[in-house]
């Protein structure tokens, strides 16, 4: 009989090899890469909140975006605060030597799709820490079973484990005659997600689509219920605040000045809060849609979080550093 070189643990333990992604990237096949301070940027999302209780945080990928090649990842931004929340990984691999019979070895393929969570859980079966592949309108919220995992850092939605060359060359033997993981083949199905922020938990989805042979993964949209301990529906869209890109809108301080700079932002009026780390507003006042600059020199040096929020409930969030 043929056995994988440490059986289960063996496909956990080659995930586990990203499990030491950092938190402070944001990343996809478009190139964008951001990079903050997660303590700089802890007081966006209680501006955030205080302002819009109870919405969605809505973000569609549009373009939807595809993954099929090993190490691509997507990472989740939640709340939108700059700090990395979940990522979904592929991890496609295949070489000599993993599998064994006796004395014998014979090489293997791993086809797998693996969600990561830094600050947060995801909902799925306790036993083997499958997440759950959700229909649309599924309430998300306390009463469903959450995971973390603490020693491999993933949870796995599909996974895929074929023997090579076993029976002739250029053959390959499935390891497993039943999917590992819900998520082989599903369409446009929801993850359910719980974002842990200041000690309180807020709910929220994902949309992906996962192929059938598990070595690729496609992102539709994403959304958070603003709202601490309040469930929301996979699917949910009601009373949304989708978010301002930076190819609209964008911001950045020098010395005492808050400077923002509009590119292509289409809207019919906006204003402009910036709250300091305790989330308190110290200047708001409407948007110059010709672009604006902030004077803070009798702002205490440090981080503060500009908030730009559309009449059309669009939403951008930046945290900048004063100096004084």
Do not use: C
């Amino acid at each position: 009989m043929l056995y994988p070189k440490k059986n289960v643990t063996f496909a956990l333990d080659f995930l586990k090899q990203s499990a030491d992604m950092k938190k402070l990237y944001k990343s996809n096949k478009a190139g964008k890469l951001t990079a903050y301070s997660a303590m700089a940027m802890a007081g966006a999302f209680i501006a955030l909140s205080s302002s819009a209780n109870g919405q969605v945080l809505y973000n569609d990928v549009n373009p939807d975006e595809t993954y099929s090649e090993n190490g691509e990842f997507y990472e989740l931004d939640l709340n939108e605060d700059g700090d990395i929340d979940f990522s979904i990984k592929v991890i496609n691999y295949s070489g000599p030597g993993l599998f064994y019979s006796g004395t014998l070895t014979w090489g293997g393929v791993v086809n797998g799709v693996a969600v990561y969570s830094y600050n947060g859980a995801i909902g799925g079966s306790s036993t083997y820490l499958f997440p759950y592949a959700l229909n649309n309108g599924v309430e998300v919220g306390s009463d469903m079973n959450f995971n973390t995992n603490s020693s491999f850092g993933n949870q796995i939605l599909a996974l895929y484990l074929g023997i090579q060359d076993f029976y002739s060359s250029g053959g390959t033997l499935p390891f497993w005659t039943s999917p590992v993981g819900e998520w082989e083949g599903k369409s446009e199905k929801f993850l359910a997600l719980r974002l842990e922020d200041g000690g309180a938990d807020y709910y929220g989805w994902v949309r992906l689509s996962v192929d059938d042979n598990s070595h690729e993964f496609t992102i539709h949209d994403y959304a958070l219920k603003q709202s601490q301990d309040t469930p929301i529906e996979t699917g949910a869209t009601v009373g949304v605040h989708s978010v301002i890109q930076n190819n609209q809108l964008t911001a950045y301080s020098f010395g005492s000045t808050i400077n923002l700079v509009v590119k292509d932002l289409q809207t019919n009026g906006a204003t402009v809060k910036v709250y300091n780390m305790a989330g308190q507003v110290v200047f708001q006042n409407e948007l110059n849609l010709s672009g604006m600059q902030i004077n803070l020199d009798q702002a205490a040096t440090g981080n503060y979080t500009v908030q730009v929020v559309t009449v059309e409930d669009a939403v951008y969030n930046k945290t900048v550093n004063i100096q004084n």
